[in-house]
Every structure is written in structure tokens, then in C-alpha cells.
């Protein structure tokens, strides 16, 4: 299995640009999770899906945060419009259900200026 | 202005050597305890865990040991390689033993010396 694949690996954009960020979660794994980790904040859980659908999506930080999952492989986060402070890089993590053990991406470094 | 940011505790140890990591955790209610690494530009990759009714268990050169009385937990490392050198993140788990309510610590930067 080639792990959690997330697209791009590293992102710049412009100040109020939409990005959307990709991630193909293991297959088999029905819980996905996307986190943000910065500097300042360290590691943070934005969203989870449990079967495709948003369980918890407390930790998104505002309106311009949105995610989807339309189906079992696939799932986006998007932000629209982006700002500087977005800047980050984002995971996307699945696991089974009933695991405690999340399997993350590469990440997507994004730079917004 | 300048940003201020994480400044992560460091621990430098001689290859060979043992390394112990410690981490604290807040929630007293946390039934699961996970030990990541996470090296350069890549993402955070599961080491272990710990159930909160068991007190020690070992993996791998890896051994992890929680204290509930002072909610502590620390990760020790033996025989150390270069291949070891990381941040070392705890993450306590409410949620019957599932990864949804993963809490991040701020992670423990690891520098393996020749």
C-alpha cells in the first residue's frame, strides 16, 4: 500500500486565493483526519470523517475552511479566500475504525503571501 | 512583527546511548496514550501505545511508560541510531480506542550525536 497520498506537496498562493488541498486515505481505513501544524500551535485536528461523513468539525478554524469527502478515497480541504496566517503545513491521516493508530501523508506545505 | 513560536524541549544523545522522552498530559479522562516521530518533512509516523490500565510496554528497542498518578508518560529509546533523530510527539486518546480525539503534545526534538 502506498500510505496516505496527499497533493500538492507544497503550495504558494496569493492572499485571497482559493487553495485546495487533496488527500487519498489508505484503503480499507474508514476514519480520515486532516491537522494543521504550525510553529505556534503545533499539531491540531481541523476535521475528522467516520464512512465519509464530517464527525467533528470544531477544529476548523473559520467560514474559509471547508471539507469534503465524496467518497471513500478521496477528500479536500479547502480555503477560500486564504490569508497569510494559513500559513502551514496540512495532514491528512486515516485509520481503521476502532484504531488507535492514524497513518498521515506527507503533507502539504502551504505558503500563503 | 516577529512571530514567537514553539521553542520544542531538546534532548542531544550519544549514538549508542539510551534516550528517555518525557511528556506530560492534561486529561486525566485519556484512555489511550500514542508515541509519534515525526522526521524532516515528513508526516508524524505511530511508534506505540499504551492502554491506560497497563502501566509499561515494550516494543522494538522502544519502551513506554505511563505514571496516571502524575499523568506522565515517557518513551525510552535504547541503543540510539542516527536513523532515531526526530521530534517525538505524546498523544493522549479519549475515544474508546479510537484515533478521532487525538491531542498532540508539542513534541521533543531528538538529535542523535555521532
Known amino acids: 500500500d502506498a500510505g496516505v497520498i496527499q497533493s500538492p506537496r507544497h503550495e504558494v498562493t496569493e492572499m485571497g486565493q482559493e487553495v485546495t488541498l487533496r488527500c487519498k486515505p489508505i484503503?480499507?481505513?474508514?476514519?480520515l483526519f486532516w491537522y494543521r501544524q504550525t510553529m505556534m500551535r503545533g499539531l491540531e485536528l481541523l476535521i475528522y470523517?467516520?464512512?465519509?461523513?464530517?464527525?467533528?468539525d470544531s477544529g476548523m478554524p473559520e467560514d474559509r475552511f471547508s471539507a469534503k469527502m465524496p467518497n471513500a478515497s478521496f477528500s479536500t480541504l479547502k480555503i477560500q479566500p486564504s490569508e497569510p496566517r494559513d500559513s502551514a503545513v496540512y495532514f491528512c491521516?486515516?485509520?481503521?475504525?476502532?484504531?488507535?493508530?492514524?497513518?498521515f501523508g506527507q503533507g502539504t506545505r502551504l505558503t500563503v503571501v | 512583527g516577529e512571530s514567537v513560536g514553539l521553542h520544542l524541549p531538546t534532548l542531544s544523545v550519544q549514538e549508542g546511548d539510551n534516550s528517555i522522552i518525557n511528556c506530560a498530559y492534561s486529561?486525566?479522562?485519556?484512555?489511550?496514550f500514542i508515541w509519534y516521530k515525526q522526521e524532516s518533512g515528513k508526516g508524524p509516523q505511530f511508534i506505540i501505545d499504551?492502554?491506560?490500565?497497563?502501566d509499561k510496554r515494550q516494543g522494538q528497542r522502544v519502551t513506554v511508560l505511563l505514571n496516571k498518578t502524575v499523568k506522565h508518560l515517557s518513551l525510552q529509546i535504547a541503543a540510539t541510531q542516527p536513523g532515531d533523530s526526530a521530534v517525538y510527539f505524546c498523544?493522549?486518546?479519549?475515544?474508546?480506542?479510537?484515533?478521532?480525539?487525538?491531542?498532540f503534545g508539542s513534541g521533543t526534538q531528538l538529535t542523535v550525536l555521532p
Open positions: 498523544a493522549e486518546n479519549e475515544g474508546l480506542g479510537s484515533a478521532r480525539q487525538l491531542t
Open positions: 486529561n486525566s479522562a485519556s484512555d489511550y
Open positions: 491521516a486515516s485509520s481503521k475504525q476502532g484504531s488507535t493508530e492514524a497513518f
Open positions: 499504551i492502554r491506560s490500565n497497563m
Open positions: 484503503s480499507g481505513h474508514n476514519s
Open positions: 470523517f467516520n464512512n465519509n461523513v464530517p464527525i467533528d
